[in-house]
């Protein structure tokens, strides 16, 4: 079927993006601009779902901040609504979606494998920490092996900082230990983050923002239905389009946020260990193939449109700033990493 019209201004649609896609282009710029598109939605899935299964290998999500998901996922709810009010175009529709549910994806698994499923937590010890902290009631098993099972009673209780430990009667003690009280430093490839060290609060979550947001709207169509149709149906696009930026906007400043916490949690970790890299390097394609289709867009051509879709440009541009730290981040740490070790 073709597309009809057939040609713009002497320019023949695209028969080759028509046979492939089902989508009218006319002109190599709307022809690069709708490849940037599903560059930029190959991008973004390739983005997030490398963290996924990092998160599933490791059975650990605390190397991802929470904070750092939590307004990540609101900058996503935001930015779908805004899409979806300001009529944006269909692949930023379709990544909306998509940023919505690997969010929510994420964010469950860093819930369950902090409190549902916690990886078990192992600490070493030397041979001799046994007597060093003289406990009176352990019970050594085979003496000859590395690892050892010791019971611990129910009653003791040495320090905060052992109080997983206290959950389970068994404790892997091995020979190649840290020389208590544990070290949060020593070695670079354990298990656990210093989120395992310390207790920390967790943020109550910030989506009913969104939520409230949601229902006012609704409120506002419905209280708008005993006007006339002439009066309802002008007041609520004038509403679509007033709550559309809002979100659009309130989308690209939660964006620009959301890398911060992260930023700083590498920063205290003085790791990226349980990070995928490929998170923050797709990220960063993405954004640029995102901003770049905008850009090459007809529709943008028109200064109403531009400004429309100008809050999503500024909120992919400034992020690639904050991917572009956060990738040095994973240079230092890990090229320190490998010179800790070849020393």
Known sequence: MECTPTSIDGV?????????????????????????GYASIISWLNAQLPQV???YRRSSAESLSLTFLMIWLAGDISNLVGCLLTDQLAFQKYLGVYFVWIDLTLLTQWVYYKYISPPPT????????????????????????????????????HSPSSSRAEQSPLLTISDEALSPPYSASASP??????????????PSPRI????????????????????TPLIH??????DHLMVGRFFAWLCAGLYLASRVPQILKNQQRKSVDGLSSALFIFAALGNLTYTTSILLSS?????????????????????????????????????????????
Not at 19 to 28: M, P, S, T, W
Not at 208 to 227: D, E, G, K, P, V
Not at 233 to 238: E, K, P, T
């Open 189 to 202: 490839s354990k298990w656990y983050t210093l989120g395992d060290m310390t207790p920390q609060r967790t």
């Open 299 to 343: 529709a943008m051509q028109s200064r109403a449109k531009f400004v429309e879709a100008l809050p999503y440009l500024l909120g992919s541009i400034g992020t690639l700033v904050f991917d572009t730290i956060i990738f040095s981040q994973f240079i230092w740490y890990r090229r320190r990493r490998i010179d800790s070790v070849g020393a």
């Open 122 to 157: 192992l600490v070493h010890l030397p041979e001799n920490a046994i007597s060093a902290y003289d406990y009176p009631d352990l019970k050594v098993q085979n003496p000859h092996s590395n690892i050892r099972p010791v019971s611990i009673p129910r009653n003791y209780n």
């Open 208 to 227: 009913a923002l969104s939520a409230i947001f949601m229902f006012s709207l609704r409120t506002q169509a419905s209280s708008t239905l005993t006007t």
């Open 12 to 36: 023949v649609y695209n028969h080759f993006i028509k046979a492939i896609f089902g989508e009218c282009v006319y002109g190599y710029k709307e022809t690069l601009s709708l490849l940037f």
């Open 233 to 238: 149906s002008a007041a609520l696009q004038i």
């Open 53 to 55: 299964i990092e998160n």
